[in-house]
């Protein structure tokens, strides 16, 4: 097991440098905190994954969760861990203090998060779906609820759960049937089924927590009806004793991946003594969800992201120490073979992950960025913001996923023949990241999102917004020599997707929503590129600047390896926008016309 799963440097350059995060301390809800704080935090993170999640991580893969007396068993260890992030404040870090919280910035928080999801994916996810939970019930519910449910999920004595899925009602939540029928003392009762609930049993907490997703009877038809619930697995009773609350698991799904934490299927109200409470008020409960759903999908990019970044270590250590053959341009079959980063082609994998997983980080802080700044500037600036962050985050959430599959690949391809066994790791991280396409709505969802809403968002502010903060980095680029190239490429490429959005728009309004959407998924990959190609211009400025800073806070080699990859960016990932822009354009609509039966 290689023993570098991330970068402390290049995390540190994006945090410092590129993205300034000390900024933040200056507004009134982060001025307890403080740079050096802030790299505390980042230690801190750092020792718990190196110590305490790596050293665990071929186990939780090897001994997935089981069921076992109608209860799911988890690793040993996870008690522990879960104790430990709730004593040490990684639950409660971004939760504010009036809730025993740390109020630190989302950004740090997801920085956190990625050294976790690097080191062991697993167990961060017990953590950081408790803290989305809770912060629920701190946002919508009543003091009640707060003062019975968030204390024990921020110490991680109760877990907590997002239980949105049905068997029946995936990614189309208006189709949820699960019902809560109101009673005379003030809660409801909840019957249905929920599927693929993450950490939705085990035996690592005393309690489990969901919020769930219910309609209640009466309720409108659609999204419109739905309201939200805490249902605990244990209720507490009139004397505050926890009691059975008629949720019971029904099964565990077996996945290719992600085995340490357990996805189970749960049936609420057999005995018809589910008890539910509602949070908020009667039928909001999906727009009290999409409070988080930002928060939630900028997490699973920056885990599939994680990953990605483990998986290239794993195989950049090996590519330094593999020999295997010689140069092409060496004709003596007795020299001593070379290690296979000298080839050409191993050379071009490597560079591909890390021009993908870095580009990805920094489109994941950048988002993370523009959601503290809506959350704390005031005015047109704080509305700015946020429309900048919705409108990146279905990219964030998507570019990162599916380019992980293809990077997690190429590292396993690194490795040859080995790669495709269990003697090494390669295996297990391209298993590993293949949820993310998947979790908090599909890539698909995601395109129509952007394509359908997000690019035409107040009028299209939200698009021109970003714009504005893409040109301005593309101006600042265009002051090297070096980056002017780039510049001008990233310049066109706007220019381009600027004038395909506004034609989309066009064949919307003429031949209505089905032909308008039907590739709004390379739509979708399309911006993500130019969007990471926007990033690496912005580090590639920083490292010019930094290349004759008196301060030489990184080396030369780190500095000519950030512009040697933005190089191969623009080089290798650009160009694939052309024959997307040249689908997109096409008035052929091969999928739309394309008859069921004629798909044998």
């Not at 949720?247 to 008890?275: Q, S, W």
């Not at 699973?300 to 593999?322: P, Q």
């Not at 079959?333 to 191993?346: C, E, N, S, T």
């Not at 010019?544 to 040697?564: I, N, P, W």
Request: aromatic residues 10%; proline residues 4%.
């Amino acid at each position: 097991m290689a023993d570098k799963f991330y970068s402390k440097e290049n995390l540190r350059f994006l945090l410092h440098e590129v993205f300034h995060v000390e900024e933040l301390c200056k507004r009134e809800y982060f001025k307890e905190h403080s740079l050096e704080n802030f790299d505390m935090i980042m230690e801190a993170a750092d020792s718990l994954s190196t110590n305490h999640l790596r050293p665990i991580l071929l186990e939780m893969d090897r001994n997935p969760p089981y069921m076992q007396n109608a209860r799911i068993k988890v690793h040993p260890k996870m008690g522990e861990l879960m104790k430990k992030f709730g004593e040490d404040g990684w639950i409660s870090m971004s939760v504010p203090h009036e809730f025993g919280g740390q109020q630190v910035p989302f950004t740090i928080l997801q920085a956190t998060a990625f050294i976790m999801a690097a080191a062991n994916y697993s167990p961060m996810a017990f953590a950081f779906l408790t803290t989305g939970a809770a912060h629920l019930i701190e946002a919508f519910g009543t003091k009640e609820l707060q003062q019975t449910f968030i204390p024990k999920m921020m110490s991680g004595a109760w877990q907590g759960t997002m239980a949105l899925t049905e068997p029946e009602a995936g990614s189309s939540l208006s189709d949820i049937v699960t019902s809560a029928t109101p009673t005379a003392d003030g809660h409801y009762l909840i019957r249905g089924q929920k599927i693929f609930i993450s950490c939705g049993d085990h035996d690592a907490c005393e309690n489990i927590v969901h919020l769930m997703l219910a309609r209640i009877e009466g309720a409108p038809a659609g999204t419109k009806g739905i309201s939200l619930f805490v249902v605990p697995r244990l209720r507490p009773d009139e004397k505050g004793e926890l009691v059975l609350n008629d949720v019971n698991t029904a099964g565990l799904f077996h996945k290719m991946g992600y085995h340490g934490a357990p996805i189970a299927h749960l049936i609420m109200g057999e005995k018809n003594d589910c008890r539910a409470y509602l949070v908020g008020e009667e039928h909001k409960g999906l727009s009290y969800m999409f409070h988080m759903m930002n928060e939630a999908r900028i997490g699973v990019g920056m885990s599939a992201t994680a990953i990605a970044t483990a998986a290239y270590y794993n195989s950049l250590d090996y590519a330094n120490v593999r020999l295997q053959g010689r140069k092409l341009t060496e004709k003596d079959p007795l020299k001593p073979q070379i290690p296979i980063i000298h080839h050409a082609d191993v050379k071009r994998m490597l560079l591909f992950q890390k021009a993908v997983l870095e580009g990805s980080l920094a489109l994941c802080l950048q988002a993370c960025m523009y959601y503290d700044n809506s959350k704390t500037l005031e005015g047109e600036e704080k509305e700015n913001n946020f429309l900048k962050m919705e409108l990146l985050t279905p990219i964030v959430k998507s570019y990162p996923s599916e380019m992980s599959i293809l990077t997690t690949s190429a590292a396993l391809q690194v490795f040859g023949g080995y790669g495709f066994t269990k003697e090494y790791m390669a295996e297990l991280f391209f298993r590993e990241t293949r949820i993310h396409t998947l979790h908090e709505g599909t890539t698909a969802i995601h395109g129509m999102d952007l394509l359908g809403r997000k690019v035409m968002l107040k009028n299209g502010q939200a698009t021109m917004l970003l714009m504005q903060d893409v040109f301005i980095d593309i101006e600042a680029a265009k002051k090297f020599e070096s980056l002017k190239p780039y510049a001008e490429a990233l310049e066109q490429k706007l220019t381009q997707l600027q004038e395909l959005t506004m034609r989309l728009m066009g064949v919307a309004q003429k031949h209505g929503a089905e032909i308008f959407l039907s590739d709004a998924t390379l739509y979708l990959e399309l911006f993500g590129i130019i969007a990471v190609g926007w990033q690496w211009l912005k580090q590639g400025v920083v490292s010019e600047q930094e290349k004759t800073s008196s301060s030489k806070k990184y080396s030369a080699e780190f500095l000519q390896s950030k512009l040697l990859t933005l190089h191969f960016f623009f080089e290798y990932e650009m160009p694939k926008t052309e024959g997307l822009l040249t689908r997109l354009k096409s008035k052929n609509n091969v999928t739309v016309d394309a008859k069921p039966e004629e798909i044998v």
